[in-house]
Every structure is written in C-alpha cells, then in structure tokens.
C-alpha cells in the first residue's frame, strides 16, 4: 500500500460531460502529481503541486484543471469530456519535509476513466 | 517525440534466469532515473534509481546500469522469480530548479517469469 489514496476507482460518463478526480497523499507529503497513461501509453505528466501551489505543468489540456487544498488534496477537474480521454488517470505524492531531493514518486491505484 | 524508450513491449524469461530490461533516452539533461514495477489494477511502484553520476546501483536482486555516452539503462533482476512478472516502467527527469520529479516515463516492457 503505497499510502496514496485514489476516488474513484472506475469512472463511466458520456461525452461533454464534466468530471472530477480525487486524490489524498501520502501523509506528510506535499507533493501532488497528476499522470495519464492512455492505451499502449506510458504516463504522460499533467500537472504538479506543491503546497496548494501549482509548481509544474505538462501536456494537461485546457479542458483539464486541477487544485490542490490546504489539506493537501487534490482534485482534477476534466470537462468537456472526448473519447479520447478515456484512460488510466494517476496520482502520485512525494516530498516530505526534510526528505531527500531525489525521492521518489508514490503512486495511487488510478482512476479508470471511460468515456462513451 | 518520445524522450525515454523502451522498445521491447515484453520479454519472457524463465525462473532463475537473468531477466535483462533496457531503456534508452534522448535528453541528455536528465540526471536521475528510475525504474518502476507496476502489477494489473495498480499504481506504478518504485523499485530502484540511479543519479547520473553513479554508473551502478544494486539491490538486492535489482541492479540498475546507466552508461550516460550511449544514454542507455538497463535493470538486471536476478534471479528472476515469477512474481517478478510485470509491466516495468523506465523513468527519468532532470533537475530543473523543483521540478525535479517532473518524470518522463518509458511505455514500459511486460516482463513475464515463467515457473
């Protein structure tokens, strides 16, 4: 058990439609990180957060946002929902206070998007 | 453009055997790498990583290999056992002033341990 907890595990909504990913860290770490990894994909990175700040961003589409709360949630919003954007979405946390630089990413189980 | 390959979609090895994983990249400004093992209806899980200024690292039965003039890794798992068998994720970043785990992923290599 990684530690990093993901809601929901399998989501199915029609196309246009709005929905959001939830995601708690690890406890204590800061980090939050959003991953896509669609069929025959490898993980594409969205987004980072670092306490409640957006700290880096990838290929996240426009439709996409996400946020990061004072408790250290996060949440990514996908709106106007395609075909195309069902897939594996991912999240990961690292970065406890005092931890190494170089720590690793700690993944949750995903959330299995399928859009009709 | 893919920046990290692994292009071997699976392999297959018997159990004891050596299984041998390659990885090759393009950016010679990533710096860390990292391989991870990933099972059905789970997250990716981290197994083992190398800075670049190592050309070694080893763990138990893992051991990671970075030759940085080819931009090749490679992880040797030996001996291999058949819960060895997963998808194995190749990774890198690169220091970028805190987006240091902005990690590139491979499409990963399905690596299959046979009793």
């Known amino acids: 058990d990684s530690g990093v907890t993901q809601t929901p595990k399998h989501l199915i909504t029609a196309t246009g439609q709005r929905v959001t990913l939830r995601c708690s860290p690890r406890?204590?770490?800061?980090?939050v990180y959003w991953y896509q990894q669609s069929l025959d994909q490898g993980l594409q990175f969205l987004i980072q957060?670092?306490?409640?700040?957006?700290?880096a961003k990838g290929n996240i589409l426009e439709r996409f946002s996400a946020q990061q709360f004072p408790d250290l949630h996060s949440e990514l919003n996908l709106s106007s929902l395609e075909l195309g954007d069902s897939a594996l979405y991912f999240c990961a946390s690292s970065g406890r206070r005092g931890s190494s630089y170089n720590s690793p990413l700690h993944f949750g189980n995903g959330t299995r998007l399928t859009v009709t | 453009d893919q920046q990290v390959k692994q292009n071997s979609p699976s392999l297959s090895v018997q159990e004891g055997r050596i299984s041998i994983l390659n990885c090759d990249y393009t950016?010679?400004?990533?710096?860390?790498f990292l391989w991870y093992k990933k099972y059905p209806a789970e997250g990716p899980t981290f197994l083992i990583s190398i800075s670049s200024i190592k050309d070694k690292n080893e763990d138990g039965r893992f051991t990671v290999f970075l030759n940085k003039s080819a931009k090749h890794l490679s992880l040797h798992i030996v001996p291999s056992q058949p819960g060895d068998s997963a998808v194995y994720f190749c990774a890198a970043s690169l220091n970028s002033g805190g987006s240091n785990y902005k990690l590139t992923f491979g499409k990963g290599t399905l690596l299959t341990v046979n009793p």
């Open positions: 406890s204590g770490d800061l980090s």
């Open positions: 957060y670092y306490n409640g700040e957006e700290r």
């Open positions: 950016n010679s400004m990533f710096d860390y």
